[in-house]
Structures are given as C-alpha cells and as structure tokens.
C-alpha cells in the first residue's frame, strides 16, 4: 500500500475526494498525480512531507466548499499564499497526505486609494504584480518587498508577520480590515462593527476586541483579502551603508542604531549581516578549503574576506523623507556611527552612477585596452569585487520597495550547480537552507550574549555562522541564522537538522524566542507556555473541533501540552 492510500480507508474513497474537489475548481486545477504531489512537496528543508494533492481555487466561495469537503472526508487542509516560505516550509504540511490549497489564483487587487495611501488586495498578489501596479498607474505610492522573491505573496508575509526594509517593514502592522475564511466556511471580517464603514481599511482597531492577530501565524482561518497600507513616495531618498571591520564594536553600533531609532531618526529596518552571510551572495561554497572538520576554518574565513574586501558585519538602511530633514538625519547617523565603523551614503544620482559604471566595466573584458581601463577606474572607485559593487542598485530598489532576485540567490550557496538567469527556485531547484529567527532586547549586551550561544553551537556541529541583525523596532532586533547545507549530503543534512534543534533549544533556554517559525521549529511551540497553549486549545477546538485546517501550524494543540 503506497503512502497516499494510507490516509484514506480506500482508493475508491481518495477518488471520491478528488471528484468533490474537482466538481468546485475545475479538473485542471486539482493536481494529484505522483509527479505533482512531489512538485508541491519540494522544500529547502531537509526533510519534507509529500501531499496527497494540491488545489487552486479561484475564489472565496471556492475556498469555503473546499474545506466543506475537506471536513467531509476527515482530511487536513494546509493552506498558502503562493507557497514561496523558503527556508520555513516552503508549501509543506507538518504531516503527509495534507492538501495543500494554493491560494494563487486569487490574485485581484480590488482597490489601491492614492490618497489615503491603502490598497485592497487577495492573497495571490505577488510583490513584484502590487509594485507593476504602482508604476504602471504612475502612483505616487511605495510598497514594501522583502529581498525574498518577487513572486512572493504581498498577503502572505504579512499574516506571517515578515519584514522588509522602509519604515513599512512590519507588514502585518500595515494590515488594515481583513477578510477570513474560518474552518467551519463561515466568512468573517475584521474591524469590530465594520457594516458599511467607510474607514475598514484606515482604522484598524474598529471598535470592541481586536482579533486580527488571531489570524497571524495561526491555523484559526484563511485570510482571503486585507487592507495593506502603502508608503506615499518621499521627497527624498537615501541608502546608507555601514560596515565593522572590529568586531568588538558590534556592540556599541548595536547600541547606536537603538539610539537613533528611539529619537526618530532612523525610521526603517535595517539589517546587519556578518561576513559569511556576505560571502554567500559572491560565490559558490568554496568546498575544497575545507578540511577535515566539514567547515571553512578561521584562518580560510579571514582569507575570504580579504579576499573580497569584506568587514566583519555589513548593514544597510534607508533615509526617507524631505530633504531638509536627511541632512538632520545624515549628521546623527555620522555622530553616532561614525566613530565605529565606515559609514557612507548614496542618493539617486551616485546609484545610477554605479549601475553604468558596473555595466560598462562587465561589457569592457570583450576589450583588452577598455578592461584596462575599466580596472584602473575600479581601483580609485572600490577594491571590492564587482559582483558587490552591482549589488548595491538592487539593494537600493528593494529599499524603495522594488523586489528582485539579488538577495534570493544566496539561497544556492551550497548547491553544486549556481543559480539561473531569473525566476530562481530554490526548493525546485535542490537547495539547502533553514532560517531561525530569534529576538533580543536592542541591546549590545544582549547582541553579546546571543552571539556567546549560537557560535559555539554553530561550531559543534561543523557548520559556519551565518548571521543578520534585523532592527524590527526601536527596542527590539531579531538575529536571523541561516544553516546553509548540501542537501546531496545524507550527513549533512541530518547535521542541519540537530544545529537547528540544538539552537532552538539553547535560545528558549536563554530568553531568547522567535519571531516566526519553521516547521522543525512547531512541535514543541508553546512548551513552555502551557496557559498561552489552552487558551489556543479552545479557541481551536471552538472553531475547528475536527481539526482540519493546518493541524499542528504555529503549536502541537494538544490537552497533555495545555495542562
């Protein structure tokens, strides 16, 4: 008996469910033959869980006879946005034989208000369709993308509270009046006594119990449309680039940025990565410097970022505003950091300067004479390779909420063929990466002790470091910690999988938790928080008694947890 058959008493009883499923959304939109089920089952995990079958309804009404039939059939439904959570689950379910609902087809945006700054959008709108929107409109308004890919759901990152770079980098607090399907099919609206009012999407309390957040990072309903507030494009843009070639200053710039962000003058998120996170958008893993121990060595580490021209940590963020007010900003942020590291700015003018000059210089190698100068010129501009210098545009446009690729292709790090041309794929196209995503206190100390944690853990299990302060706000930082891995490598992949529970397990102890979670990460969600479990248990069993949607996303719901 194959794996599929054992969730069902019998074949004829799954032929029964596929019938019932493609009576709602058509035949061509339930996909349940072996070679789909394994498509839709890809991750960068190293384990995953195949699927009885994936389905693309087109609608909210379609949604609601789906988990109709679902209930039906006693079959759990794991619900996604367009499935791109690369890192924490990509499309998986904690189980097999789930079915997955891709929510893709739903991709309207219903509305976008130029002057109250909003847009009405379902859940299949990717980053890149929202942004196309704007452009194409000549709307004078900013989204917010995150350096993941540009078909990512502007919905679904949002509900699993994601971040990215401009002061509306909180996605799900730019979330206003949602739209829910709960597991009974009952549609729900957010926003207290919403009938007809006129401010569902600009005033997000309502009036009465705020429940929104009961449907982030849950398993309580399926959020099929939402309010996303939208930033009205600034007079004036800046990036700044800070880099630590001492380490022992991390600290006190951890200390700075906390500063600055608490009087107001750094309003976005900015995002610090060490230096083998760096190396990992440069080049292909260097697997012969390697030795024995299954990971690059201090020494080997040192010669690449000498190599490279690369600091111990990299930040990036953004000025945004008038530009009477970026020279405020600009002569705090030299104050403040200045004294710690290298700070330096780029406004429109000097960014486009960058982009000609790194395409001229990569057109130039067809010339030996023009290569030669095109070198020369490089030395006075940077020693730093070119393949950094052209990151910095598309770092620039993802802080103006234009999402591309650049960010995504470190994701290949570890695999032995490099990444295509464009509409990278890292689950389909074999890569190992885990995310985990602790927060600290915006303290240095705090940056100090976390680090004292997680780099021996790293060290113990043959693995580099790899790390990335995210301030998420004036008081709060998460550290983002990528396990990069060869998924062509049995033990390398079971030595990711006891890096991340041992990592897990040493920052509960410590204090510090995540911010979201992966799927190794849910099994043991809430284990210290018995009452925050019951409460869920109640909820859940109130709203969902046959336990059908996502059972287990976001906590092991069970009575032995609660007690």
Known sequence: MSNIETAFKSPSERERLIEALIAIVGEDFVLSSEDMRQKHSMDTLPENKICSLAIYPSSTSEVQAILKVARDFRCPVWPFSRGNNWGYGTKNALHENAIILILERMNRIIEVNEKLAYAVVEPGVSQKQLNDYLKKNKLKL??????????GSVLGNSVERGYGYTPYGDHFAHLCGLEVVLPNGDILKTGGE????????????GSGPFIDGLFSQSNLGIVVKAGVWLMPEPEDFQLFSFEINDSKNLPAA??????LSLDGIIQ????MVNSFQMMSLLDSYPYEKRGDNHYLSETTLSEIRSQFHLPEWSLIGGLYGSKKIAKIRKKSLKNKLGPLGTLEFFDENKINFVRRFAKFYENSSRNQLLFFLA???KSVISPKPIKLIKLLPEIFDILKGIPNESILASAYFKSKTPPPAQELNPAQ???????????????GSEAETILNIVKPIYQKHSFEFSGCFTLINPRTFFLLLGIFFDPSSND?????ITLYQDLLFNLKEAGFYQYR????????????SPEHANFLLNLKASLDPENILAPGRYAKLTKELSK
């Open 492 to 496: 390398e992949k079971k030595r990711a």
């Open 268 to 271: 976005c998120h900015t995002h």
């Open 429 to 443: 196209d074999g890569c190992g990466i885990m995310w985990l995503a602790p927060t600290l206190p915006a303290l």
């Open 375 to 377: 070198s020369l010129v």
């Open 254 to 259: 951890i200390d700075a940025l906390r500063e």
């Open 142 to 151: 900013w989204m917010d993308c995150t350096d993941s890919t540009p078909n």
């Open 517 to 528: 979670l992966g799927l190794p990460s849910m099994e043991n969600f809430l284990s210290h």
């Open 194 to 205: 919403h009938s007809n009012a006129k401010t569902w999407n600009t005033f997000k309390w």
